[in-house]
């Protein structure tokens, strides 16, 4: 009797990590939009343990749902064991992206036919928008389908924690509508899709890049994915005067939201909301038709390491000559918003600083720089970045002076400005990578590592003084 009484709590205990790969049913949540009547899969992954003030970067194998139909929506959450979702001024979901190989896996992204992407079918981030398509449509999906995910945590405290990436999909058995995702992101098919706007006093920059859709069909749903800066993104259409088809609006929670009272802040918060498009309708597009998507920042300010891409959702045609011509659009958009109160339209300013762990490990917010001190009075000086410490940590070039970083460590690092004259950023870098920027503002520029951003800090000083001849850094060449 013991025996058996052991044997099935062994069992119970055993369940719960057994179940953490399996299935859980509910009813669709409300953020789904879905019929009632259909069933929610969650699913997670981990268990991940994130270190203090860590960026945890994560490649993933998630299931997919077990039964074979159309995924309605999906949307995902960090949650801890017992499934309480952890709050993002605690621990962040920064990104997130599903590709999709199909059941032989050779499933390919039409956007990097160069390179070997699966099929990018669904992304979110800080915003946590959902995927959401308009009733009728759906994402085919298979239970041999092979899911690759990538993910990217933020911890934002001293300690360690334990997470789970908590994703949702809400399937319909019966038939649907099939939609093709196009992953349209302005740097395009790279795993850190970033670029750095300087904040050169204009009111705007913005960046854009065209695609060619291989296909005709329907756009009947696109989202958008944009950071901390950004004023909107735009998908048109070059063929009909550039006309905006989908604009996708961030909105930027209150001053006074958690997101902006961690400390330190170490990162720009991204929009807590980004606006949603969706039409059972759709605009129609011709076989290779051109899309373009703009992405508008703020320039009076940098925002280093920015994203602009949108995710678009593409359904067989209806009437193959409805592409023809430029006619007005549909009549049954929707477009999905900010449903918290108080959302700003356009970006706050926010002020980041460098950080330093103190006795304790806990991050203090700081601007001033420690440890070794460099001044170099010619137009060159390297920098060497070796177990997670810039050397030297403090360097002062003169004006036009270009500052090189050799990166010497296994583990990736970057140079990536917190606050300063005009925002840069280095790419990721490893183990004998070189980075290069030349200082044309004097001032004082604080610099980190956006991957190690409490361990790893930098000031750079630059004067107004000319470069001095002579004064040669053997490593120039
Ligand atoms: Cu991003």
Redesign the pocket.
Known sequence: MFRLVAAILTLLVLAPAASAHASTVTPPPPEHRADPSLTTYVHRLGPYTIGSYETLLKSAVPKPPPVAGAIVAMDARLVDKAGHVIPQQVTMLH?LVFTNGGPDGKRGDPMCPQKSTRERFWGT?EELRPMTLPPGYGYPTDPADQWHAFVMVMHHRAGDRQFYVEYRMTVDTRPVIPVKPYWLSIVPCSPDPQWTVPGSGTKTQTRDRTFTIPAAGRIVAAGG?L?GGAQAIELSQPRCKDRTLVRNQPAYAPAGDPLYKVRPLLHEPDPKNISWWQSATGWPIKRGEQLKVTAAYDNMSPHTRV?GIEHVYVAPPLDPKAANGCASGPTDAQRLGAEFTAARMTPPTVTLTLARLDRNGIARATTKGTGTQRTVHGDFASVFVRDFTYGPQQLTVPRGATVRWHFADAQSHDVTLANGPEGFASPWLKAGDKYSHTFEKPGTYLLQCSLHSAQMSQVVKVTRARPRPRDEDPLRR
């Open positions: 990104h981030s994915h950071h994203m």
